[in-house]
Antibody, heavy 126, light 107 residues
Framework: QVQLVQSGAEVKEPGSSVKVSCKTS????????ITWVRQAPGKGLEWMGG????????KYAQKFQGRVTMTADESTSTAYMELSSLRSEDTAVYYC???????????????????WGQGTQVTVSS | SDELTQPPSVSVSPGQTARITCSGD??????AYWYQQKSGQAPILVMY???ERPSGIPERFSGSSSGTTVTLTISGVQAEDEADYYC??????????FGGGTKLTVL
């Protein structure tokens, strides 16, 4: 069973960048994507994007295109989400999740998103 | 519309059945996923691919799908089921989207 442990809370100034880590254990990156979701205070869940470490690919929500970079280091089984040009509206809890995939020769299909990390609070304030 | 629509709140008494719906135009062609989120905690997957229950999730949780609506049913609701519930699916552009969430109150 994969377990995810995220990095600690961050306080950042507007215009700066934040990099959140998500360390996996109990399994390798094989057959998993890492998905990132955020939740602003009192609001719902928002999908930001994801990366498939075994292919080295990433896909981002249009809203974050140009501002977010999602990567993975297979040697340390750690995924990263970096968000730049921070503004107050980016204040949120950021979650990573493993997306279990089934891949054939031509395509990958999602089985489930499970488990999730504990979340990382990012506060953007001057 | 690519949005997923959930009722903001559902209230039931202990032991009753709670049904939480999620509507979206793409749902006839895409699987839905359901998450339970208790206050201050990370979401937990309670249903995937419309009707599949992850290991460790009580049997009182079930899922169904009909046309543009998927439903999470909790039979014999217990106080510990009080939480926010979110549905998730893929929109027409291949982007994952979440419903706005439903607050389940156990009276």
């Amino acid at each position: 069973q994969v377990q995810l442990v995220q990095s600690g809370a961050e306080v950042k100034e507007p215009g700066s960048s934040v990099k959140v880590s998500c360390k996996t254990s109990g399994d390798t990156f094989n057959n998993y994507a890492i998905t990132w979701v955020r939740q602003a205070p009192g609001k719902g869940l928002e999908w930001m994007g994801g990366t498939i470490p075994m292919f080295g690919t990433a896909k981002y929500a249009q809203k974050f295109q140009g501002r977010v970079t999602m990567t993975a280091d297979e040697s340390t089984s750690t995924a990263y989400m970096e968000l730049s040009s921070l503004r107050s509206e980016d204040t949120a809890v950021y979650y990573c999740s493993t997306e279990l995939l089934y891949c054939n020769r031509t395509n990958c299909f999602t089985i489930k998103f499970d488990p999730w990390g504990q979340g990382t609070q990012v506060t953007v304030s001057s | 519309s690519d949005e997923l629509t959930q009722p903001p709140s559902v209230s039931v008494s202990p032991g009753q059945t709670a049904r939480i719906t999620c509507s979206g135009d793409a749902l006839p062609n895409q699987y839905a996923y359901w998450y339970q989120q208790k206050s201050g905690q990370a979401p937990i997957l309670v249903m995937y691919k419309d009707t599949e229950r992850p290991s460790g999730i009580p049997e009182r949780f079930s899922g169904s799908s009909s046309g543009t609506t998927v439903t999470l049913t909790i039979s014999g609701v217990q106080a510990e089921d009080e939480a926010d519930y979110y549905c998730q699916s893929v929109d027409s552009s291949g982007t994952w989207v979440f419903g706005g969430g439903t607050k389940l109150t156990v009276l």
